[in-house]
């Protein structure tokens, strides 16, 4: 095995992951602002991050 796949099989588990996480805030006075939310919160979900407190998916 050559070096570099060592210290991949060493510093690497399965273990380890990176986290994306999205924080927003937007205005949600008219129902425009509103939809343009509720438009961006689906597509959040839709790409698979889930809600973890108000306006914070992962």
Do not use: C
């Not at 999205?22 to 602002?33: K, R």
């Amino acid at each position: 095995m050559n070096k570099e796949r060592e210290h991949f099989k060493r510093n690497f588990s399965a273990y380890r992951s990176m986290w994306i996480i999205v924080t927003f805030d937007l205005p949600t006075l008219t129902p425009a602002q509103k939809k343009a939310y509720t438009t961006f919160r689906k597509f959040l979900l839709s790409d698979g991050f889930s809600m973890h407190q108000y306006s914070v998916y992962v």
